[in-house]
């Protein structure tokens, strides 16, 4: 089934350990992001891929890293995690850049300890 | 800056009932308005959209009307159900300048048999 995979589906770690969250989508879509999802703040983005080789910025980048060396994989890193990145984290895609719906993946819950 | 203000829930209904959750934006441009849904435990997915001014979004049996008079993009529907059961997210992409979508915190429904 064509769409977006994420792993781990939840995980637990302590504080200062590095953790590397993956996407990977198969619908050969352009640009994909990450967001974080918090109670009453809605999603926020971190960092962003227009394209293969690219990245961006997102509203909430401090503390994150992100590479997208091939257009499939998508992979955000915490290099060294605080309890303030406890959250869900969403992987999602579109084919272009400009008013195009986003498809999401199913989501990880990480709490850092 | 670029906003994206939704009611606040949660919000209760008894099933065949009329449902409606507000949005308003704030934006410069001219941007395309989402709906997503998202159920539990899963990522967001696409309900409907507007691309532009008194274009009506459909899916479902959710509506939502473009109003660029009033910055609003009310979700509404005319009798829901159980299933209808989930966190409801206002959304906005920006169609120039590279890509930017903006959440608004969300609205979680509940629905009673």
């Known amino acids: 089934i064509a769409g977006i995979t994420q792993a781990p589906t939840s995980q637990i770690l302590a504080a200062g350990r590095r953790m590397t969250l993956r996407c990977t989508q198969d619908?050969?879509?352009?640009?994909m992001y990450w967001y974080r999802q918090d109670l009453g703040l809605g999603l926020r983005l971190i960092h962003y891929s227009n394209t293969a080789g690219t990245t961006g910025k997102g509203e909430v980048p401090d503390g994150y890293s992100v590479s997208r060396a091939n257009t499939d994989d998508f992979p955000l890193t915490l290099a060294s995690a605080v309890p303030s990145q406890t959250s869900v984290y969403f992987c999602a895609s579109s084919q272009g850049t400009g008013g195009e719906k986003l498809f999401f993946g199913s989501g990880t819950q990480l709490s850092v300890l | 800056g670029n906003s994206v203000t939704q009611m606040e829930g949660p919000v209760t209904l008894s099933e065949e009932a009329f449902l409606t959750i507000n949005c308003t934006y704030t934006a410069t441009g001219y941007p395309s308005l989402f709906w997503y849904v998202q159920y539990p435990g899963e990522g967001l997915q696409l309900l409907l959209k507007?691309?532009?001014?008194?274009d009506k979004g459909s899916n479902k049996g959710f509506e939502a009307t473009y109003r660029k008079e009033t910055t609003s993009f009310h979700l509404e529907k005319g009798s829901v159900q159980v299933s209808d059961s989930a966190v409801y997210f206002c959304?906005?992409?920006?169609?120039?300048?590279?890509?930017?979508?903006?959440f608004g915190a969300g609205t979680r429904l509940f629905v009673k048999a």
């Open positions: 959304a906005l992409t920006l169609n120039t300048g590279g890509f930017k979508t903006i």
């Open positions: 507007a691309t532009k001014a008194d």
């Open positions: 619908m050969r879509h352009n640009a």
